[in-house]
């Protein structure tokens, strides 16, 4: 089948090989292309947390007939035949794949059927785990946007020694970022943990957004009225010291992400209205759009339930805006079992709910939310009905 779509795609594009009309060459595809050995040699590479990150790199691309796009990943193995494969989430377009030590752990836990500490203490040898084990890696390539995978093919393989530890395999949560400034939440300008719900806002998850398994990065958004000012959006690693996030420019664009280095500047709304910010967490791109719909302002919002008998004047969640029209509302709560629980005004003429959880947007008279049981700090925006259960 390979050959005939190769035959084929020869014949459309031209008889002869040019610019204009290259024909595609697909090299064997096993250790069709070479990748350097690691730096780090021989020596064992932990694979806890306190690692980063193992470098790959292409010594020599594979050859495709003709300068084009490519899409490299990453795959582990036991052995150098590749038996039994790992696939590692992400993929670049450039000659460098950084690889992260915690996937390589993954990929030893999903090959060996690893699913808790006490299997993990079993299936590997006192050895492997006090003084390390083999594994190795290749690099696949395929060309960018490629339809099928005519175009499939991978590396030579490198042998990696690595210290295992066991880490309970499940998807990280969306990283949250978080507003602050003059016209923000008690317009505090507050950026220490402690001003979460108070003096800053959170950007909520977006419905059918998925986020990176590893990062927690994907889309955030907001919903609100913001009054003419200035605020900045807080990154998870600037929370305390500023220097992470989203800063300059104004509902017209202009948004620069803040890496480390000098302060960019403020985000400027240079005009009182209702707006949805619209963030990318992963490619660090924000957009500020007028809000049309109407809305509605309420005085209470509660969190009845399973747990409260139903009672819809109890759990009164707490305003969070003190400065502008507030749309936000922030609680504790602790479910001592898994419950089911609605957004409300106080009473029953008006609520939200979704079928989701920890993470949703509620509809006027939707689902009951299946709470699990914990301690949580929930956050409730009543223009989207989006909300958030953080577990403590």
């Not at 509902?251 to 209702?274: F, L, M, N, Q, S």
Request: a negative charge; glycine letters at 10%.
């Amino acid at each position: 089948m390979a050959a005939m779509l190769l035959g084929m795609f020869a014949f459309t594009a031209c008889e002869t090989d040019n610019d204009d009309n290259p024909i595609l060459v697909v090299p064997q595809s096993e250790q069709a292309f070479q990748i350097n050995n690691p730096v780090v040699g021989e020596q064992v590479v932990d694979l806890s947390p306190a690692s980063q990150a193992i470098e790959l790199k292409v010594h020599a691309a594979p050859a495709y007939g003709f300068p084009t796009a490519i899409s490299y990943g990453v795959q582990m193995a036991f052995d150098e035949a590749f038996a039994e494969i790992y696939t590692f989430e992400g993929t670049t377009t450039g000659m460098t794949y950084e690889v992260p030590t915690y996937e390589i752990e993954k990929g030893i836990q999903t090959l060996k059927g690893i699913d808790s500490e006490e299997v993990f203490n079993t299936l590997l040898t006192e050895t492997e785990r006090t003084e390390g084990m083999p594994v190795y890696l290749r690099m696949t390539a395929i060309l960018l946007n490629a339809q099928d995978s005519t175009s499939f093919v991978t590396s030579n393989p490198v042998k990696v020694n690595v210290l295992p530890y066991y880490y309970e395999l499940k998807d990280a949560a969306p990283e949250i970022w978080w507003m602050t400034g003059a016209i923000i939440a008690d317009g505090s300008w507050s950026n220490s943990a402690t001003a979460l719900g108070t003096g800053m806002t959170p950007l909520y998850t977006k419905k059918g957004e998925e986020y990176d398994k590893v990062t927690g990065t994907g889309v955030l958004e907001y919903t609100g009225w913001f009054e003419a000012g200035s605020f900045k959006i807080i990154a998870p690693a600037g929370i305390g010291n500023w220097n992470y996030g989203m800063c300059a420019g104004t509902e017209e664009g202009g948004h620069v992400y803040r890496d480390g280095g000098d302060d960019p500047g403020d985000i400027k709304i240079t005009k009182a209205g209702y707006y949805t910010l619209t963030l990318d967490t992963k490619a660090h791109e924000l957009k500020i759009t007028p809000y049309a719909e109407p809305v509605s302002v309420f005085e209470t919002i509660t969190l009845p339930g399973r747990h409260n008998g139903w009672d819809a004047a109890a759990g009164a969640l707490k305003g969070i805006t003190t400065v502008a029209e507030n749309h936000d509302w922030t609680a504790e709560v602790t479910f001592a079992e898994d419950s089911e629980v609605k957004f409300a005004i106080g009473n029953w003429d008006t609520n939200w709910g979704a079928a989701t959880f920890p993470y949703g947007a509620g509809v006027g008279g939707g689902a009951n939310i299946p709470a699990k049981a914990g301690t949580y700090t929930v956050y409730f925006n009543d223009i989207t009905g989006q909300y958030m259960f953080i577990e403590k």
